[in-house]
Each structure stands twice: as structure tokens, then as C-alpha cells.
């Protein structure tokens, strides 16, 4: 058990894992928030501490906890790593590979907003086209159409309204 260790240091050694493994545990566990890969990280900790033999007492817990803590931040890693992993094969191939037909998709999500605009009737229509490509406020649409603010805001209202229940359930990969 002692490889690496002089001779008459096992004692050392056991006195140092019964005053630290404990704490060392507690402190990984703050980090992974799991247990068993705790108790994994300090069972690595002081298996890496065996193969330091040059290490001076006074030095060796301040060293188990930079060991442990590093460990910890690697299983972590890895964790995410192999998440990101799982997620990408739950997905599918498609999630590899960019969206290569997101310009059609876009030239038909247009053609079918501009159908719906159509169906508008002309004051709602007028009132959507001001708004949203001509980018007026509702103040300044009511001042060149002459009318209320009301208006114009009941009018743009009921064009969002109707072209929601147009372009309801409309689905580009159908």
C-alpha cells in the first residue's frame, strides 16, 4: 500500500486518512454534489499522494485538497461532456448537422404571412403594413390616417388576431 512512500510512513499515511478523508469528502462533496463520485475523488486524492514520496508532511493535506479538488472539476467535465454526448444522440443525426433547408423554410413562412396579410381587410392591412415595414409609431399612423388612436390600435389588434388564427398550426415540415 505504501509504494513510493519511505519506509515507517505507513503509519503516517493511515493518521492522515483518518483525519482528512472524512473533511476532504465533505469538500469534494460541496463540488459534485454526489457522493459516491466524492468518495471516488478522495479515494483518487490519496492513491495520487502514494506516488509522492518527496512531498514533505507539512505539505501533503494542503496537496490532497488541491488533488481532490482538481479531480472534481475534471468529473465534472467529463459529466457535461458526456451529457452534451447523450443529448446529441437522443436527437439524432439532424442535431449534427445544420438546418440546410432553413432558407425554403423562411421563403415559405414569408409567402404564407404575406397570403394572410392579404386576406386583412384594407384598413387592418394598412394599419399592419405602416406598423411593421414602414416602422411608424400607432401616434403617427393615427395622424396620417385621421383618426383616433383608438383606432388605429383596435385595428392592429384585430390584424394580429386574425392572422395568429391564419398562421395557426402552420408547420414547414409537414
Known sequence: MTRGWHPGTSAELEQLYRQEAQRLHYFVLGVLRDSQGAADVVQIAFARLLE?????????????????????????????????????????????????????????????????LETLPEPQRRVVHMRIYQGKTFAAIAQELGVPLGTVLGRMHAAVKKLRRSLRGWNPRQ
Do not use: F, I, T
Open 52 to 116: 509522492q514520496p518527496e512531498l514533505d508532511a507539512a505539505a501533503r493535506r494542503s496537496w490532497l485538497y488541491k488533488v481532490a479538488y482538481r479531480e472534481a472539476l475534471d468529473q465534472l467535465r467529463r459529466r457535461r461532456r458526456q451529457g452534451r454526448m447523450h443529448r446529441r444522440k437522443a436527437q439524432g443525426p439532424a442535431a449534427d448537422n445544420p438546418d440546410v433547408d432553413a432558407p425554403l423554410v423562411q421563403q415559405e413562412l414569408v409567402a404564407q404571412v404575406q397570403a394572410a
